[in-house]
């Protein structure tokens, strides 16, 4: 009886699982580089200066966690009563953190 949830839990989230971590991997990679060329240019002074610099650094480590968080869940491999309802919920974790993500990045240019 597990052995046939487990195949079908599977054959559910076989064609999701994969391109979702592969985009937060390369995401997650892209806002942490950005993250840290912001920190370096600002020359030995904080890179915190204004209220919009503080807006940015909290979208973007609003949307890291939230990608961590997606990430954890796409990963977790025990089986629930309702698979479906479970990635529905990941799925719109990990679209809210890619606005959330966009959000930041935008501010970061036009502020």
């Keep these: 009886m597990i052995e046939r949830e487990q195949i079908q839990f ?5 064609g999701y699982r994969q391109p979702m971590v592969t985009s937060i991997g390369i995401l997650m990679g892209f806002v942490l580089a950005f993250m840290a060329n912001w920190a370096i240019d600002s020359d030995g002074e904080s890179a915190l200066e204004t209220g ?13 966690l939230g990608f961590a968080i ?3 869940r796409l ?3 025990r089986i629930r009563p309702e698979p479906g309802h479970r990635y529905r919920l990941t799925l719109r974790l990990y679209l809210l953190s890619i606005a959330c993500c966009f959000v930041g990045l935008g501010a970061a240019l036009l502020l």
């Design 10 to 14: 599977d054959n559910e989230i076989a």
């Design 52 to 64: 919009a610099d503080f807006a940015v650094a909290g979208t973007l480590a609003l949307a890291m």
């Design 70 to 72: 997606t990430l954890y």
């Design 75 to 77: 990963l977790d491999n």
